[in-house]
Nanobody
Framework: EVQLVESGGGLVRPGGSLRLSCAAS????????MNWVRQAPGKGLEWVST????????TYADAVKGRFTVSRDNVGNTLYLQMNNLKPEDTAVYYC???????????????WGRGAQVTVSS
């Protein structure tokens, strides 16, 4: 059974940093691209970042480019999102999601974690 469990969320001050983790199990983690998606209060889902199966290519939404870094550990079956210079508008529930392929897929994700709350406030 595919399982994705996010951790590392919490309350952080503007300008601060936070590192999210997503522990994956139930599938060959290193064979699939992974995504981070977030949902701010009262808003719809917003794609944040994608990393290909081997970790050699990453893409980011304009809103987080230059501040967030996605990475993965295919030995430890863990996906990461390093978030720096956080802003109040980054406040959201952050989800990790499994792609259907090693790169891109349609639909892009077939399994989702339950999410981690990130709150940026002074």
């Amino acid at each position: 059974e595919v399982q994705l469990v996010e951790s590392g969320g919490g309350l952080v001050r503007p300008g601060g940093s936070l590192r999210l983790s997503c522990a994956a199990s139930g599938f060959t983690f290193g064979s699939y691209a992974m995504n981070w998606v977030r949902q701010a209060p009262g808003k719809g889902l917003e794609w944040v970042s994608t990393i290909v199966s081997g970790g050699g290519s990453t893409t980011y939404a304009d809103a987080v480019k230059g501040r967030f870094t996605v990475s993965r550990d295919n030995v430890g079956n863990t996906l990461y999102l390093q978030m720096n210079n956080l802003k109040p508008e980054d406040t959201a529930v952050y989800y990790c999601a499994k792609s259907r392929s090693a790169v891109v897929s349609t639909p892009p994700s077939d399994y989702w974690g339950r999410g981690a709350q990130v709150t940026v406030s002074s």
